[in-house]
């Protein structure tokens, strides 16, 4: 309540360690002066752990209404996708490996967003890098994104584009905003991630300052 009354309402964002990712990445590149993290690795919606963040959040937005100006949501993507043996998050960046959507992972995902009492902005996944950083033989021919990633997390967001119809839930194409080619993985100095589907510092920077030209305005619910 002090700090809103100095700085304005709040930007919340919520997630798990893509968010974090996300969290820094935005931090460093807004001027909002009142942008707050409630972020934890390992915690999405579909595991409401005790040890989440979750779990009576909904009681913090009614009691702190008047302080929050928009929630923001973001997770990572491989988590609501499934390999051909029902795994999420699992056996799918191979050329050859099959994919589909985790639709149980993503129905509570919606279903936790949507009986939030607030307006919620859904930030959808970036596309992760799934190159083994250690293994020098995947740079042979340069640092460049895993191709197989490239096509999951495109398919992902179309499906999310499409599948996310609640009158209190809007969508953000994060894929759009990044506009990540293959040759992301390495901008000048910087190799932009820091193991197979998390940024570095440096890679941090870089999109921090993409989502700033996009403006942050634009991922707020209105």
Not at 63 to 91: A, C, K
Not at 149 to 159: A, G, K, P, Q, T
Not at 184 to 212: M, P, Q, W, Y
Request: charged fraction near 25%; hydrophobic fraction near 35%.
């Amino acid at each position: 309540d002090s700090c809103s009354k100095i700085f304005g309402p709040a930007i919340i964002l919520i997630g798990d360690s893509h968010a974090m990712n996300i969290y820094n990445s935005i931090a460093s590149s807004t001027k909002n002066n009142f942008f707050v993290g409630v972020v934890k690795g390992g915690c999405r919606p579909e595991n409401m752990s005790k040890n989440c963040q979750y779990i009576g959040f909904n009681d913090f937005i009614k009691t702190n209404s008047s302080d929050i100006r928009s929630l923001i949501f973001h997770q990572s993507g491989s988590y609501l996708l499934e390999d051909g043996r029902g795994r999420p998050d699992g056996d799918i960046f191979k050329e050859d490996s099959t994919f589909f959507i985790n639709k149980k992972g993503f129905e509570s995902t919606l279903t936790y967003l949507h009986n939030l009492d607030i307006d919620v902005t859904w930030l959808g996944p970036f596309i992760e890098g799934r190159v083994n950083m250690r293994d020098v033989k995947n740079f042979k021919n340069g640092f460049k994104i895993n191709p197989k990633s490239i096509e999951v997390f495109n398919y992902l967001d179309d499906y999310l584009i499409n599948s996310i119809l609640s009158n209190n839930i809007s969508y953000v194409s994060l894929i759009n905003i990044l506009e990540m080619k293959d040759d992301f993985l390495k901008i000048d100095d910087c190799i932009t991630f820091a193991n197979v589907d998390h940024f570095s510092k440096c890679g941090e920077t870089i999109i921090g300052t993409r989502i700033n030209k996009a403006n942050l305005q634009s991922l707020e619910s209105n």
